[in-house]
């Protein structure tokens, strides 16, 4: 079974400029998790999708933040302008129907100049 | 509010053993994983405890006390590749993200 896809696994960018990081799911997964994780911290949560819904984004930066999940399948974060302290690990995970256990990616790694 | 405590740094060697504690105080508590994180690489399951008492799995044991808000990992006959990131985590509520705590670094050394 392919695990969580994700692309690029680095990027760096200036302050100010844009970035939109891409997820695929273990298929079958209908919920979608994006992490952030910040040097010397445990990830933390972003972005929930169940579906192509949205169950929780009540930590997202929503003025620079975005995320979406089209036809339920594959997600992009973006964000826009980035700021220094948006330097970190995005983690994208996913888990199956009725199951605990979340898969993860292997993340991209980002830094902001 | 949510917290997740866990020793920043720890130190053993091969062949020995070693327990990392993590407290927690959530408004739901669903369970228990503990992860591995190898650095630049993506977490991997380890253990999910979700009713008190030990959980064994080959090397590693996982032990819950709900009414402490307890939980540790237990690492045995620790071996190099052991030197990894351990994030205790808990599952508040089902169907929700987890709550990660800081990590735990474990260096092992021969």
């Known amino acids: 079974e392919a695990g969580v896809a994700q692309s690029p696994r680095y990027k760096i960018i200036e302050k100010r400029q844009s970035v939109a990081f891409w997820c695929n799911p273990i298929?079958?997964?209908?919920?979608l998790y994006w992490y952030q994780q910040i040097l010397g911290q445990g990830p933390k949560l972003l972005i929930q999708?169940?579906?192509?819904?949205?169950?929780?984004d009540s930590q997202l930066p929503k003025d620079r933040f975005s995320a979406e999940r089209l036809k339920g399948v594959d997600s992009t974060l973006k964000i826009q302008p980035a700021k220094l302290e948006d330097s970190a690990v995005y983690l994208c995970?996913?888990?199956?129907?009725?199951?605990?256990?979340?898969?993860f990616g292997p993340g991209t790694r980002l830094t902001v100049t | 509010g949510q917290n997740i405590d866990q020793p920043t740094e720890m130190t053993a060697t091969e062949g020995a053993i070693v327990q990392i504690n993590c407290t927690y105080q959530?408004?739901?508590?669903?369970?228990l994983f503990w992860y591995q994180q190898h650095a630049g690489e993506a977490p991997t399951f380890l253990s999910y405890?979700?009713?008190?008492g030990l959980e064994e799995k080959g090397r590693f044991s996982s032990f819950l006390s709900r009414s402490k808000g307890y939980s540790y990992l237990l690492l045995k006959e620790l071996q190099m590749k052991d030197s990894a990131s351990y994030l205790c985590?808990?599952?508040?509520?089902?169907?929700?993200?987890?709550?990660f705590g800081k990590g735990t670094t474990l260096s092992v050394s021969s």
């Open positions: 995970a996913s888990s199956p129907p009725i199951d605990y256990e979340q898969y």
């Open positions: 298929s079958g997964h209908a919920t």
């Open positions: 999708f169940q579906n192509n819904g949205v169950v929780d």
């Open positions: 959530t408004s739901g508590f669903n369970g």
């Open positions: 405890n979700v009713l008190d």
């Open positions: 985590a808990v599952y508040p509520q089902a169907g929700t993200a987890l709550i």
